[in-house]
């Protein structure tokens, strides 16, 4: 069985995008989503596939908070406000509200499932709803992804709403998931207005912090005057970088901070915009098979048989009931 070493890591995972990156090209002819397929390029290659033998959530989620960051921010960049600004609140409606109705009417299919589904497991109420708010706010890499990548239609300015949602709805799912789990470990009782209040605070200081941000980015972009052009990009990683630890270190919403200064970013006059715009689609679509390859990489075939028709279950209510 192969091990990811220092030694062999830029070897082993250059393979695995390379791969990926012909597999998707098969797939994209078949309209299978491109990311699916690099999930499961993942999964064939790990430690029940080929042999890659990759067991570290903690580096999965260092790489997936990377890479959100980026994904975020290059999202914010091409969303323009005067597609956004009719639709402001049935996005925030849907990013907030919509959120909790999805984490409460998931966590009660979950629960009723583990008391008369006729399944081994039995979940409490609020592991339940634990359960269902981690799975309660849309990927945003995978909206992104398949927004630009398929170049939909979308009618009634679907698309904005889609995108706004998708890019502010983590500081919800997030909070509910912190909350919750505080509830489960130590048996507290669900607060509302202490969920508010943590709420509040995460919008707040993220929209803050990513609005000004945004607009230092901008400054220093056109005023820095940097004797190589190729410089800029790097620059712009640098902020988005020092956005999110900047926020996530006064416990604001990193996530939510780099959208909102993508956005002003985007949108704002700004010297060496073709440069920067093509290095950070490079680098999202690197980020992308990246994250993906990792998450599958992390998942064993033959644990899910035992819980695939639950999964299944959920997931089909989540698609065609929760989210409707």
Request: glycine share 10%; charged share 10%.
């Amino acid at each position: 069985m192969l091990t990811f070493t220092t030694e062999n890591i830029f070897l082993l995972g250059s393979l695995l995008v390379l791969i990926s990156i012909l597999i998707s090209k098969t797939g994209y002819r078949f309209g299978i989503p491109t990311l699916l397929l690099f999930l499961f390029t993942g999964m064939a290659f790990g430690s029940e596939g080929l042999g890659l033998n990759f067991d570290s959530p903690k580096d999965t989620q260092f790489i997936g908070m990377i890479a959100l960051s980026i994904i975020l921010f290059s999202g914010g960049m091409d969303t323009k406000y005067k597609e956004i600004k009719p639709i402001i609140g049935p996005g925030i409606i849907l990013s907030t509200l919509g959120v909790v109705v999805t984490t409460v009417l998931t966590g009660s299919f979950i629960f009723g499932l583990s008391q008369w589904g006729g399944i081994d497991v039995k979940l409490s109420l609020m592991v339940s709803m634990l359960l269902a708010a981690t799975m309660s706010s849309t990927d945003s890499a995978s909206v992104f992804n398949l927004l630009r990548s398929q170049r939909m239609g979308l009618k009634h300015r679907l698309r904005p709403i889609l995108e706004l949602e998708s890019g502010s709805n983590d500081s919800m799912a997030y909070m509910l998931t912190l909350v919750l789990m505080d509830v489960v470990l130590s048996g507290t009782h669900f607060s509302i207005q202490g969920l508010a209040v943590n709420l509040l605070e995460q919008f707040l200081l993220g929209g803050a912090i990513g609005y000004c941000a945004g607009r230092i980015t901008v400054w220093l972009i056109n005023h820095i005057n940097l004797p190589n052009t190729a410089l800029y990009p790097v620059l712009l990683l640098c902020m988005v970088f020092i956005t999110f630890t900047l926020t996530d270190v006064v416990h604001g919403n990193g996530y939510l901070a780099v959208y909102i200064a993508g956005l002003v970013v985007g949108n704002s006059r700004l010297s060496y915009r073709r440069e920067m715009a093509t290095f950070l689609d490079g680098l999202t679509w690197l980020l992308q098979i990246v994250l993906f390859l990792t998450l599958g990489l992390l998942v064993n075939p033959s644990e899910m048989a035992g819980v695939s028709l639950t999964a299944l279950a959920i997931g089909l209510f989540i698609m065609f009931v929760s989210r409707l």
